[in-house]
């Protein structure tokens, strides 16, 4: 007896650690814009006669794993496309062994690889970048007789660019940056000040103490907190109404251009205790870019000072732990990172020196950060113990 396929959002790659139902649409897409460089940076790295030998019988080169990578993305933009044309066409394989050897992948020059990986991943995006809310749903049919949606078929793209970067192996100085919002690229907390004193005087708590254990924790998790006895979903709905009411008062801080343009074709990411679609919209009305990765607090189980979420992060940019380097600003963010096997840097932005204590590099402004990136990405920066910078 044949068993049922698994629903989309519970397909579960163990290798990359993803399960597609974690992936949002724009974390997808920050993928896919995130592999040409990665790809490029990788097998650049690699001896000339490395990137088209075969590890073993049966195992492409890495040359020949990113020739697939680029036809993915050429496939792909051709079924969406017909997905958002025709009623629900049906997809032919890709027969990926049979176009590695009849398109002679291992012989094909490596610059033209990478520069059409570069040119199909751009358009795929771009086409991406364009669908609604209402033709993420739409269906197409496999020779199986397996219904996919659009989503699907995103998903599915960028976890192939994923999954095979773990085929090609590791590159020199892939390191990653990530970063937390509020307080680092945003300016939330005057804001978040008034929101939260609000809700204490409607549940008659002391607005200090509920403040005081806010700072880099989910807002359920501060409810619970402060008052174990309210039902924290419902607090939480309340919360966002009074959100609501404070209207675009959330700018970015004037330095986070200049600092997210040092890493255009690096892993980056943000991992934040709030919600995708906020944490979009505020970046966006800033003039900044979507992070290729973005775990929010609805893809973890315990937030921070839990590690759980900069982990999460590094398994979606595909590096070590110990290869991160985070820009944090409160003290339960610095603990998580710190707990996630991490570097450290915490921008007094919003606390003091004696509460940043455990970072291993503590500065006053975003622009501070700027020597420390360039030389983490560059292999100089390390962990100097708790250092102070001013």
């Avoid at 974690?22 to 790809?39: F, K, N, Q, V």
């Avoid at 049906?90 to 398109?103: I, S, Y």
């Avoid at 973005?294 to 732990?321: F, I």
């Amino acid at each position: 007896m044949a068993l049922a396929p698994l629903p989309e959002e519970d397909h579960f790659c163990e290798s990359c650690a993803l399960r597609y139902g974690d992936l949002t649409p724009s974390a997808a897409l920050g993928l896919i814009r995130s592999h040409p460089g990665r790809y490029r940076r990788r097998l650049q790295h690699l001896p000339a006669d490395v990137v088209r030998r075969r590890p073993a019988s049966g195992v492409w080169s890495a040359l020949e794993y990113a020739g697939h990578v680029r036809d993915v993305y050429d496939v792909y933009d051709t079924r969406v496309r017909r997905t958002l044309t025709e009623h629900e066409p049906t997809l032919e394989p890709m027969r990926n062994d049979e176009r590695a050897e009849q398109g002679a992948y291992n012989q094909q020059p490596l610059a033209a690889v990478l520069l059409d990986l570069d040119r199909n991943a751009d358009r795929f995006a771009a086409l991406a970048s364009e669908i609604s809310e209402p033709q993420w749903s739409r269906t197409a049919v496999r020779l199986s007789g397996e219904h996919r949606t659009v989503l699907w078929m995103v998903r599915q793209a960028a976890h192939e660019g994923l999954h095979h970067l773990h085929d090609i192996g590791a590159g020199a100085n892939d390191k990653a940056v990530l970063f937390d919002v509020d307080g680092v690229l945003v300016d939330s907390y005057p804001a978040y000040r008034r929101i939260w004193s609000r809700w204490a005087d409607h549940r008659n708590l002391d607005p200090d103490l509920v403040w005081s254990h806010t700072h880099g924790r989910r807002p359920v998790d501060t409810i619970q907190a402060v008052a174990p006895q309210l039902d924290a979903a419902a607090e939480y709905s309340l919360i966002r109404e009074f959100m609501a009411n404070e209207g675009d008062v959330f700018p970015v801080y004037a330095d986070a251009a200049a600092v997210l343009r040092l890493l255009q074709d690096r892993r980056w990411g943000v991992v934040t205790s709030g919600r995708t679609p906020t944490v979009l919209q505020r970046l966006r009305a800033g003039g900044l870019p979507d992070p290729p990765v973005l775990v929010d607090s609805s893809q973890v189980r315990r937030g921070k000072p839990d590690p759980e979420g900069y982990l999460r992060a590094a398994q979606l940019l595909d590096v070590p732990a110990s290869d991160c380097l985070v820009i944090e600003d409160a003290p339960a963010g610095v603990q998580a990172a710190r707990t996630a096997g991490m570097t450290v840097v915490a921008v007094r932005t919003t606390h003091l020196d004696d509460e940043l204590a455990g970072a291993h590099h503590r500065v006053d402004t975003l622009s501070d950060t700027v020597p420390l990136i360039t030389g983490w990405l560059e292999g100089r920066t390390r962990e100097p113990g708790n250092r102070t910078t001013r």
